[in-house]
C-alpha cells in the first residue's frame, strides 16, 4: 500500500556536475575508503552510515532528501550508539540540549539554537515542540521518552510554525514508535548499569509483534526500569534519585483494504520514585548556602527531605491512511488524547533543615485531531495541505511549606497556596508545496494561519497565607486572578533548492513561527504590578543557507548557516523573593541569534566510521524592554547579559569499529567525545549550567546468527556534573539564613552490561 508520494527526483546539469566535481575532489581526501553495505541484520557501524526515513515535511522520505537542518537517528543507530532516552542525545548534537529542568523530574526543558525555556510551570509552552507518532505534546512535563523499540527519533531545527504549528520556534523533536512488520517479531532486552555511588539501575524490556491475519498487525511493547538510586545523601548516608517506571504500549495496523491502513496506539505508563536531587553551591552572587554548601562540580547533596513523584500518563491515538486517485496522494487523519496526572514534593532549600520545601499536584488532558492530505501533481508539484484542532485543560497545584525549622520539623511556620487552571484551545489551516520549477530548481512555499484562545483563573501564592486549600484535590480556593484572551498568528515559509547531483544539494529558506502568548500559574510575587499576565506571543523569523550531501551511500555531509530575529522574547524571570523563588514571565527583549552548524559521517575503511559535528552560536540583545538585571534600570548593562541556555560551542566526534571474529560474529566498538560551553541559567546570569565534557564509549557482540548482542558500555565517563537548573535562592526567609542554590543533580557516570535478544 502506498503512504506517501515518491520524494522528487534529483537530476544533474552541466553546471551542478561541475560544482558537484569540485566537490567530490575536494571530499575525496577525506573519504579515503567508503564503507560499503554489510550484510543487512548488522547493526553496528555500518548503521551509521544508513538514512533515516523522516517525516519533517508530513510525508516518507529519506532525511538527506529535505531541505533544513535535521539531526536522525534510526532505530538501528540508536542500538548502535547505545541511546538509552532523549537525555542521552544532549550534549551530542550541533546546538541542541535535551535537559530535564530537574525541579519536577521528567520535564523537558529543551534548548535548540539557543531557543529553550527555563521552567517547571505548567502552561509555559515550549520553544522546541515534542510530536509522538504525529501527536503534539502540549505538556512540557513527563515526556522524557525512553528510545527503546522507536522507528526514529528526528530533531528539526526551528521555526517549525508552518507545519508543527505554534511552540516549534526553536525546533521539534519528532518521535516515531514502531509498527508491527511483516514478519513475527520478537526482541528482548535487559540491562543493568552503576555510577561511582548510589545503586545500581535495572532495564527489562521487550517487544513482540507481527501479521495475525491478512488485514490485522499487531505488537506489544513493555519496558520496566528499577533505579535504586544514583547520589549517596550526606544527610543520614542513604541513597538518593531512586525511580521506577513501567511503560506498556500495544499497537495494532488494520488493513482491510489496499487503500486503507487504520493504525490504533495506546500507551500507558507510570513512574515513582525520589523528588528532585537538588544541590546547594555558592550562588551567582556570591553567597553560599546555609548550613551547608557544596562545590557546584562535585556530586555532593545533603537535604533533609528526600521527596516523592508519583506521575501516571494514559494516551491514545489513532491514525488513519487513505491512498486516492486525486494526485495519487494519501488522506491521513490522527487522533490523539492525553491524560497525565502527577503529584510530588521537593525539598528546594537544598539543605539538611527545613527551610522549604514544595508539594504539587497536577492533572492534565489534551485532545488533538488533524487532517491533511499530499499528493503529486503533474510530477511537479508536491502538496501538502491540511487543518488542525487542539484542546487542553491544565489544573495545577503546589504549596510552600517554610521555615519548619522554627517547629522542630514538626509543621511549617509559613504555608502559602496557590495555582489555577487553565483552559487552551486552538485551530490552525496550514499547506506547503514544492515546485519543481526544472531538473535542478525546487520552490517550495508554505504558510499556516492559527487562532488560539485561553482562560485561566489562578490563585496567587502571595495571597493565600496560611489559608489551606487545594485547586487540584478539593478545588476550593479563591481565585484572585481570572481572565481570557486571543491570539492569531501567520507563519510563512519560502525555500529554494539547487540540485547539484543526485545525492548532493543546497537550498535556501525563511521561515518564521510563534510562540503562544499565555499566563503564569505561579504568581508568587507581592509586588500588585507583577500580574500573572497575558503576556504576549513571541515571534522567530529566520533565513537558513544549507548544503547536503551523502557522496552515494559512502558517508554524509550536512551544514548549515542561520540567522534568528526574535520579537517579543518570552522569557522566564528567576528571582530570589521572600517566600523563595519569585518567577515572572514577561515579553523582554528583541534579540538576534546566529550561527552555524555542520554535521558529518564517514568512513575511514571498510570497517571503521567517523562522526564528528560542530555547532556555534552567537546570540545578543537588540533591545531589552524590562531590567534584566535588577538593578532598577533598563540600560547598557542588561544588554549586555548573555542570553540563557544559549551555548557558544558545541561538538562531537566519535569512531565507531566493527572487528571480525570468524563464525562467532562480530565486535563493535564505539567511543565519542562531546562538548557543549557553558551557558547563562538565569536571564540576569547569576545561575549558570556547567560547561560539559562528555565520553561515552561501549563494546558490542553480535552473534553471527544475528540473534545476541551481548554489550558493555559506560555514559558521562569523565563524571561531569550537570545540573538541571541553577535556581538563585534568597540570602534568608524571614530572616533565617539560607543563600546558595536550589540546582538539581543529573546522573554523573555510569557503567553497565546489556543482553539484547532478536528472533
Known amino acids: 500500500m502506498q503512504h506517501t508520494t515518491q520524494p522528487q527526483s534529483l537530476r544533474k546539469s552541466p553546471l551542478a556536475a561541475g560544482i558537484a566535481a569540485l566537490l567530490g575532489t575536494v571530499m575525496a581526501t577525506t573519504f579515503t575508503s567508503a564503507v560499503q553495505a554489510q550484510e543487512e541484520n548488522r547493526r553496528g557501524a555500518s548503521a551509521l552510515l544508513e538514512e533515516v526515513v523522516v517525516t519533517a515535511r508530513k510525508r516518507e522520505e529519506g532525511s538527506q532528501e529535505v531541505p533544513m537542518a535535521i539531526s536522525a537517528l534510526g532505530a538501528d543507530q540508536l542500538e548502535a550508539l547505545k541511546i538509552r532516552?532523549?537525555?542521552?542525545?544532549?550534549?551530542?548534537?550541533?546546538?541542541?540540549?535535551?535537559?530535564?529542568?530537574?525541579?519536577?523530574?521528567?520535564?523537558?526543558?529543551?534548548?535548540?539554537?539557543?531557543?529553550?525555556?527555563?521552567?517547571?510551570?505548567?502552561?509555559?509552552?515550549?520553544?522546541?515542540?515534542?510530536?509522538?507518532?504525529?501527536?503534539?505534546?502540549?505538556?512540557?512535563?513527563?515526556?522524557?521518552?525512553?528510545?527503546?523499540?522507536?522507528?526514529?527519533?528526528?530533531?528539526?531545527?526551528?521555526?517549525?510554525?508552518?507545519?508543527?504549528?505554534?511552540?516549534?520556534?526553536?525546533?521539534?523533536?519528532?518521535?516515531?514508535?514502531?509498527?508491527?512488520?511483516?514478519?513475527?517479531?520478537?526482541?528482548?532486552?535487559?540491562?543493568?548499569?552503576?555510577?561511582?555511588?548510589?545503586?545500581?539501575?535495572?532495564?527489562?524490556?521487550?517487544?513482540?509483534?507481527?501479521?495475525?491475519?491478512?488485514?490485522?498487525?499487531?505488537?506489544?511493547?513493555?519496558?520496566?526500569?528499577?533505579?535504586?538510586?544514583?547520589?549517596?545523601?550526606?544527610?543520614?548516608?542513604?541513597?538518593?534519585?531512586?525511580?521506577?517506571?513501567?511503560?506498556?504500549?500495544?499497537?495494532?495496523?488494520?488493513?482491510?483494504?489496499?487503500?486503507?491502513?487504520?493504525?490504533?496506539?495506546?500507551?500507558?505508563?507510570?513512574?515513582?520514585?525520589?523528588?528532585?536531587?537538588?544541590?546547594?553551591?555558592?550562588?551567582?552572587?556570591?553567597?553560599?548556602?546555609?548550613?551547608?554548601?557544596?562545590?557546584?562540580?562535585?556530586?555532593?547533596?545533603?537535604?533533609?527531605?528526600?521527596?516523592?513523584?508519583?506521575?501516571?500518563?494514559?494516551?491514545?491515538?489513532?491514525?488513519?491512511?487513505?491512498?486516492?486517485?486525486?494526485?495519487?496522494?494519501?488522506?491521513?487523519?490522527?487522533?490523539?488524547?492525553?491524560?497525565?496526572?502527577?503529584?510530588g514534593l521537593g525539598d528546594i532549600d537544598a539543605q539538611p533543615v527545613w527551610m522549604f520545601h514544595a508539594p504539587s499536584w497536577l492533572d492534565y488532558e489534551q485532545v488533538s485531531n488533524e487532517l491533511r492530505y499530499n499528493g503529486l501533481f503533474s510530477e511537479r508539484y508536491n502538496v501538502t495541505t491540511g487543518v488542525f484542532y487542539f484542546d487542553s485543560?491544565?489544573?495545577?497545584?503546589?504549596?510552600?511549606?517554610?521555615?519548619?525549622?522554627?517547629?522542630?520539623?514538626?509543621?511549617?511556620?509559613?504555608?502559602?497556596?496557590?495555582?489555577?487552571?487553565?483552559?487552551?484551545?486552538?485551530?490552525?489551516?496550514?499547506?506547503?508545496?514544492?515546485?519543481?520549477?526544472?531538473?535542478?530548481?525546487?520552490?517550495?512555499?508554505?504558510?499556516?494561519?492559527?487562532?488560539?484562545?485561553?482562560?485561566?483563573?489562578?490563585?496567587?501564592?502571595?495571597?493565600?497565607?496560611?489559608?489551606?486549600?487545594?485547586?487540584?484535590?478539593?478545588?476550593?480556593?479563591?481565585?484572585?486572578?481570572?481572565?481570557?484572551?486571543?491570539?492569531?498568528?501567520?507563519?510563512?515559509?519560502?525555500?529554494?533548492?539547487?540540485?547539484?547531483?543526485?545525492?548532493?544539494?543546497?537550498?535556501?529558506?525563511?521561515?518564521?513561527?510563534?510562540?503562544?502568548?499565555?499566563?503564569?500559574?505561579?504568581?508568587?510575587?507581592?509586588?500588585?504590578?507583577?500580574?500573572?499576565?497575558?503576556?504576549?506571543?513571541e515571534t522567530v523569523d529566520s533565513l537558513e543557507l544549507g548544503y547536503k550531501s551523502s557522496f552515494g551511500g559512502r558517508g554524509i555531509l550536512n551544514a548549515a548557516v542561520f540567522y534568528n530575529q526574535i520579537d517579543d522574547m518570552q522569557r522566564e524571570i528567576n528571582l530570589p523573593g521572600p517566600i523563595g523563588v519569585i518567577q515572572l514571565v514577561r515579553n523582554t527583549a528583541e534579540a538576534t541569534i546566529m550561527g552555524l552548524e555542520v554535521d558529518a559521517t564517514w568512513g575511514l575503511t571498510d570497517s571503521l566510521v567517523a562522526i564528528a559535528s560542530v555547532g556555534v552560536l552567537d546570540a545578543s540583545y537588540d533591545e531589552v524592554l524590562v531590567d534584566l538585571n535588577g538593578d532598577g534600570v533598563i540600560d547598557g548593562a542588561d544588554k549586555d547579559l548573555d542570553l540563557p541556555r544559549a551555548a557558544d560551542l558545541t561538538w562531537t566526534v566519535g569512531l565507531n569499529h566493527d572487528m571480525e571474529l570468524g563464525s562467532w560474529g562480530y565486535l563493535g566498538s564505539r567511543i565519542s567525545y562531546s562538548y557543549r560551553d557553558e551557558s547563562a541559567y538565569t536571564d540576569n546570569n547569576l545561575g549558570t549550567l556547567n560547561e560539559q565534557k562528555r565520553v561515552d564509549a561501549g563494546l558490542d557482540f553480535y552473534s553471527n546468527d544475528g540473534h545476541w548482542v551481548f554489550s558493555i558500555y559506560g555514559r558521562n565517563l569523565l563524571d561531569e556534573v550537570l545540573h538541571g537548573n541553577d535556581t538563585q535562592l534568597p540570602d534568608n526567609i524571614s530572616g533565617v539564613p539560607l543563600g546558595g542554590t536550589f540546582a538539581p543533580m543529573s546522573k554523573g557516570r555510569r557503567v553497565g552490561l546489556e543482553v539484547t535478544y532478536n528472533l
Not at 527489562?204 to 491478512?214: E, K, T, Y
Not at 515513582?272 to 554548601?293: A, E, K, M, R, Y
Not at 506521575?311 to 486525486?326: I, K, R, S
Not at 545525492?503 to 513561527?513: A, M
Request: charge should be negative; proline fraction near 5%.
Open 85 to 343: 532516552d532523549l537525555t542521552n542525545l544532549s550534549v551530542r548534537l550541533p546546538n541542541v540540549a535535551l535537559d530535564d529542568v530537574g525541579t519536577a523530574r521528567g520535564t523537558a526543558n529543551f534548548a535548540i539554537r539557543g531557543l529553550g525555556v527555563n521552567s517547571s510551570i505548567p502552561g509555559i509552552d515550549p520553544t522546541v515542540g515534542v510530536i509522538v507518532d504525529g501527536v503534539y505534546i502540549g505538556l512540557n512535563s513527563g515526556i522524557l521518552f525512553d528510545t527503546f523499540d522507536l522507528e526514529s527519533v528526528e530533531v528539526l531545527r526551528g521555526p517549525q510554525g508552518t507545519l508543527f504549528g505554534r511552540n516549534v520556534t526553536g525546533g521539534a523533536v519528532l518521535l516515531n514508535t514502531k509498527k508491527p512488520g511483516d514478519e513475527f517479531e520478537l526482541s528482548l532486552r535487559a540491562a543493568i548499569d552503576q555510577g561511582p555511588d548510589g545503586g545500581p539501575s535495572r532495564y527489562i524490556m521487550g517487544s513482540v509483534g507481527g501479521p495475525v491475519n491478512d488485514w490485522l498487525a499487531a505488537r506489544v511493547t513493555a519496558y520496566h526500569n528499577d533505579d535504586d538510586g544514583f547520589i549517596e545523601n550526606q544527610f543520614d548516608g542513604e541513597d538518593v534519585g531512586a525511580i521506577r517506571q513501567t511503560m506498556f504500549r500495544p499497537v495494532a495496523v488494520l488493513t482491510p483494504t489496499d487503500e486503507l491502513e487504520v493504525i490504533l496506539r495506546y500507551e500507558y505508563s507510570e513512574v515513582s520514585g525520589d523528588g528532585p536531587i537538588g544541590q546547594s553551591h555558592t550562588n551567582g552572587s556570591g553567597v553560599p548556602g546555609f548550613p551547608v554548601n557544596f562545590d557546584r562540580d562535585e556530586f555532593d547533596v545533603s537535604i533533609d527531605e528526600v521527596g516523592f513523584q508519583d506521575n501516571e500518563t494514559n494516551a491514545f491515538t489513532a491514525e488513519v491512511n487513505y491512498d486516492v486517485a486525486f494526485g495519487d496522494g494519501t488522506v491521513t487523519n490522527i487522533f490523539g488524547w492525553r491524560d497525565y496526572t502527577s503529584n
Open 393 to 537: 485543560e491544565i489544573n495545577y497545584h503546589e504549596r510552600r511549606e517554610l521555615l519548619g525549622i522554627a517547629t522542630g520539623g514538626v509543621a511549617p511556620a509559613a504555608q502559602f497556596d496557590g495555582g489555577g487552571n487553565l483552559l487552551t484551545e486552538t485551530w490552525a489551516v496550514f499547506a506547503s508545496v514544492d515546485i519543481d520549477l526544472n531538473d535542478q530548481w525546487i520552490l517550495s512555499l508554505g504558510a499556516r494561519y492559527s487562532e488560539e484562545e485561553k482562560e485561566t483563573e489562578i490563585a496567587s501564592l502571595s495571597k493565600n497565607i496560611n489559608n489551606p486549600c487545594n485547586i487540584v484535590t478539593a478545588g476550593d480556593c479563591a481565585y484572585d486572578f481570572i481572565d481570557d484572551d486571543k491570539w492569531d498568528s501567520f507563519s510563512p515559509r519560502v525555500g529554494l533548492t539547487y540540485n547539484l547531483s543526485d545525492d548532493s544539494f543546497i537550498y535556501g529558506s525563511y521561515s518564521q513561527g510563534t510562540r503562544s502568548g499565555g499566563y503564569n500559574m505561579r504568581n508568587t510575587s507581592f509586588n500588585p504590578a507583577d500580574t500573572p499576565g497575558p503576556f504576549d506571543q
